[in-house]
């Protein structure tokens, strides 16, 4: 089962209607933790109030968190569910039995903030903690991102590329604790460059035309669609070279789509090379080759 969250704002609070999470032991009949997460989550979110000091853990179980480590970017695309890695250190009282059937700890992302969540995502399975101290642990988990998850209370959207806040969730028992805004990463919408210069082969001192296009992942339609108005780089590298120079800044038009000329000096390579921004990622095209007579 996925990790499922409704978030609505609650008289400035942070509402989780339905949220699914894997038994602990569920082919041995070991309890559901469904209801737990959301008392954990819900009931420690008094309103604007409560999150005075966001980054402190909220609730009545002796567990806070730190050192909370994710890639500082994810790439979701239009078809494959993404898994990011989560490793945190996990501090608790000497009551506290992380090794315990009972006790359950989730890494989770959200989008927002932690008055106004649009968006929470976390992990298919619970994180695994090996005990470092007495009362420290090193925790992994990970954050799975689904882009076909089709109902919309959690799917998501393209408005919701860009920053996101870590947090974590541990259980034991009766008790809970919940921590806010402990790390950050970026959540992208996949992006796609192509190149082809042309005529090939070509005459040395004759004009080629390098034509391209940069695309990203739409979210809601699940397809491709070109990025407009970004500079993008058309680079050479020469046969035997190792190295691009760059050659121009060509901006992609209403459709995506790019288009330059230069002239043809040396037999090598032309690609377009795209710097990102925070809610696309940087990517270069594969090099087309040109013969140069």
């Known amino acids: 089962m996925q990790l499922r969250a409704t978030v609505a704002a609650v008289s400035g ?21 469904r209801a737990d997460v959301v008392k954990a ?49 996990l501090t608790h009282g000497t009551d ?31 994180a695994t903690c ?5 009362t420290t642990a090193s925790c992994k988990g990970s954050v799975q991102i689904n882009p076909r998850e089709s109902d919309p209370e959690f799917k998501l ?33 996949n992006s796609q460059l192509t190149v082809n210069a042309a005529p090939e082969p070509v005459k040395k001192g004759k004009t080629l ?10 979210w809601e339609d699940h397809k491709y669609h070109g990025y407009t108005g970004q500079a993008v780089k058309l680079q050479f590298r020469k046969k035997g070279s190792s190295t691009y120079t760059t050659l121009k800044t060509v901006k992609t038009d209403s459709t995506g789509n790019l288009k330059t000329t230069v002239k043809a000096s040396a037999d090598g390579y032309y690609r377009y090379s795209f710097a990102g921004t925070s809610t696309t990622p940087a990517i270069s095209a594969a090099g087309d080759f040109v013969d140069v007579k």
């Open 13 to 33: 609070a942070l509402a989780l209607s339905a949220l699914a999470l894997p038994a602990a032991h569920a082919a041995d009949g070991g309890p559901s933790y």
């Open 157 to 189: 959207y393209n408005s919701q590329a860009g920053t996101w806040h870590g947090a974590a969730v541990a259980l034991d028992d009766e008790k809970s604790s919940v921590q806010f805004d402990l790390a950050t990463t970026l959540l992208q919408r």
């Open 41 to 89: 989550v819900a009931q420690h979110t008094p309103g604007k109030a409560g999150f005075a000091v966001r980054s402190e853990p909220i609730g009545d179980l002796d567990v806070s968190f730190s050192d909370f480590k994710i890639a500082k970017a994810v790439k979701v695309g239009t078809t494959n569910k993404v898994s990011a890695t989560v490793t945190y250190t």
């Open 96 to 126: 506290v039995d992380v090794a315990s059937d009972a006790f359950v700890t989730i890494p989770l992302i959200y989008r927002g903030s932690v008055d106004n969540m649009e968006n929470l995502q976390g992990g298919e399975y619970p």
């Open 130 to 134: 090996v005990e470092k101290s007495a």
């Open 209 to 218: 035309t390098v034509t391209g296009k940069l695309s990203r992942a739409n």
